[in-house]
């Protein structure tokens, strides 16, 4: 029988059994900080992830961004709903908003992924719209774990004219909810990035595999702010030399 103490620690953490399948294993958390270039100006980001269960087969996450980009500074925020089975994969909606220089995308979209022993691949389709052409975008990744704390990620994305392919790396190290990554990316009009941080993970001490399939979805707000920058359209040059600000 459950002592009184440990069913009150256990309320006031608002602890709930990890069963095999569960869509949240924990309410849980991440904060990320990155640093490093986009085409060849310097970049910095922090992000933080919160993420709560729906029951047993239901999530919530809520994702927010501040960044500086060639000393642009660059918010955004988002939203996931979601089904998953942690041991099949997950399927959900999603929706966000980013701002960088005076310009803001929106983006609503569906999203999922699919749970192999040592693969997952996810995808993200939907629409966006904004001070950029109303258009469609979309995202295919692979992540192939070396072992339970070491995952490679291969992917691609396209929005609306705007192609870009990348290559990451994430490390979770002996310290617990630690973990350290890297991101290159190459894309349409010489757009080139190459990106690395840290990772702190709130909630329970797990695999680096069981963070990203028991816990939260990606933090998809800084590809976002790059969707931004690649697809607002250039202004308009008058005779003058002025520009016309048509978006």
Not at 90 to 117: C, D, F, H, W
Not at 153 to 181: C, I, R
Request: glycine share 14%.
């Amino acid at each position: 029988m459950t002592s009184k103490p440990l069913l009150a620690l256990c309320i006031a953490t608002a602890c709930t059994p990890a069963f095999a399948g569960d869509a949240v294993s924990s309410l849980n958390g991440k904060l990320e900080a990155m640093g490093g270039k986009v085409n060849s100006n310097d970049a910095s980001a922090i992000m933080g992830s919160l993420t709560a269960p729906l029951g047993s087969r239901y999530g919530v996450q809520l994702d927010a961004l501040s960044a500086d980009i060639n000393s642009t500074n660059a918010s955004g925020y988002g939203l996931h709903a979601f089904w998953r089975d942690s041991d099949r994969g997950m399927a959900g909606l999603t929706g966000s908003q980013v701002k960088t220089g005076g310009n803001q995308m929106n983006r609503v979209g569906v999203e999922g992924e699919v749970y192999l022993p040592n693969l997952t691949v996810a995808g993200e389709i939907g629409q966006q719209r904004g001070d950029v052409p109303k258009a469609e975008y979309g995202s295919l990744d692979l992540t192939w774990y070396a072992n339970d704390n070491l995952a490679l990620n291969v992917g691609a994305s396209k929005a609306d004219s705007f192609n870009k392919q990348h290559l990451g790396v994430e490390y979770q190290t002996p310290l617990k909810g630690l973990a350290l990554f890297a991101d290159a990316a190459s894309g349409d009009n010489g757009y080139d990035h190459v990106m690395g941080g840290l990772t702190y993970y709130f909630g329970g001490n797990k695999s680096l595999k069981q963070r990203h399939r028991q816990d939260d979805p990606q933090n998809p707000l800084f590809d976002a702010v790059m969707g931004l920058e690649a697809n607002v359209p250039a202004p308009v040059t008058t005779d003058n030399g002025g520009s016309n600000g048509i978006r």
